[in-house]
Each structure stands twice: as C-alpha cells, then as structure tokens.
C-alpha cells in the first residue's frame, strides 16, 4: 500500500483513497492550495515582457497578481494593450478604471480618445467628459455637443467621425 501524509490532518492515507479516514478530506494526496487565483504568461518575451501576461486573484503571499507585458489581461494590469478591472494601457486599455492614450472603460482617463460613462482625452464621449471635443450628457470642453449645447464645429466633427467609423466597418 503506498501510503501519504494528508494535507489537512497529517495523517498516513492511502494514496488510492478518494478521502482521508481520519479527517474526511477530499483527496487527500493533492497538495494543499494555498494561493487563489491564475497567472499565465508567454514564453517569447520582447525587451523583457511577455508578449501576453494574464494574471488574476493573488499569489502565495497573498500579494496582489498583476499582469505586465505587451498584452496585459487582469484584474490589475500594465501594458501596452491592456484589458483590465484596473489598468494602464499605454496605447489602448478596455476596462472599468482604464487610463493611456485611447481607453474604452467606465471611468476612462485617456491623452487622445476616451469612450465611457466618465471620459477625458482630446477626444471625449460619455455621459459626463472633460476634452478638447467632447460628446456628452455633461462635460467641460472647447467643442461641447450635449444637450444643452450644441457647437457647430463639435457637431460637424462628430458627424464626420461617425461617417469614418461607419465607413470603416461597411
């Protein structure tokens, strides 16, 4: 009979056991896990990033896993494309608090363009939006089209912007 030790009693089993006679345990020849979570990375890297990084939930420390690489996917994550809860995608983030250059999230803090409920960026849509032209409920910029305010120049470039996007998935 090869016997083990039982991760929660220490007790001898029998390996081929489903679970310990003396506590119960389910399998109890599987290590104990101790971290909760996924991590996942690929082996090609590119000036020492992972080409793609995932990582959630926490390590065996209990310290937060983050996901850093070129494409980063996670709870909390950096990178060059990122998709996160909480992240930093230096040129575009997809999230809930996204912020770099082009970020589609619910609080977006994007350089150029930003889509969420609450935007900043050159360009800016959402319900509330601080930007250079901004399409929104409420917001702050030089070229505002929101229900109350309707500038002609923030008008034209959206119908425009609209008209290129349009034509690009026709």
Same mark, same amino acid.
């Not at 679970?19 to 290590?31: E, Q």
């Not at 032209?133 to 912007?161: E, M, R, T």
């Given at each position: 009979?090869?016997?083990? =030790?039982?991760?929660?009693?220490?007790?001898?089993?029998?390996?081929?056991?489903?679970?310990?006679?003396?506590?119960?345990?389910? @399998?109890?020849?599987?290590?104990?896990?101790?971290?909760?979570?996924?991590?996942?990375? &690929?082996?090609?890297?590119?000036?020492?990033?992972?080409?793609?990084? @995932?990582?959630?939930?926490?390590?065996?420390?209990?310290?937060?896993?983050?996901?850093?690489?070129?494409?980063?996917?996670?709870?909390?994550?950096?990178?060059?494309?990122?998709?996160?809860?909480?992240?930093?995608?230096?040129?575009?983030?997809?999230?809930?608090?996204?912020?770099?250059?082009?970020?589609?999230?619910?609080?977006?803090?994007?350089?150029?363009?930003?889509?969420?409920?609450?935007? &900043?960026?050159? =360009?800016? =849509?959402?319900?509330?939006?601080?930007?250079?032209?901004?399409?929104?409920?409420?917001?702050?910029?030089?070229?505002?089209?929101?229900?109350?305010?309707?500038?002609? =120049?923030?008008?034209?470039?959206?119908?425009?912007?609209?008209?290129?996007?349009?034509?690009?998935?026709?």
């Amino acid at each position: 009979m090869n016997e083990i =030790i039982c991760k929660e009693c220490s007790n001898p089993v029998d390996q081929t056991r489903e679970r310990c006679a003396s506590c119960g345990a389910l @399998v109890p020849h599987m290590p104990k896990r101790t971290s909760k979570g996924f991590e996942w990375r &690929t082996r090609a890297t590119f000036l020492g990033f992972p080409l793609i990084h @995932v990582a959630f939930g926490r390590d065996d420390e209990q310290k937060l896993r983050i996901a850093k690489g070129w494409i980063a996917i996670g709870q909390f994550a950096l990178g060059v494309i990122t998709i996160a809860q909480f992240g930093v995608g230096i040129v575009f983030g997809l999230g809930q608090f996204m912020t770099g250059i082009v970020c589609v999230a619910q609080f977006a803090g994007a350089v150029y363009f930003g889509l969420g409920q609450f935007a &900043t960026g050159y =360009i800016a =849509i959402g319900q509330v939006v601080f930007g250079s032209y901004g399409l929104c409920q409420v917001g702050i910029a030089d070229y505002l089209w929101n229900p109350k305010h309707q500038d002609p =120049i923030a008008v034209d470039f959206f119908k425009s912007l609209w008209e290129r996007v349009a034509l690009f998935f026709s």
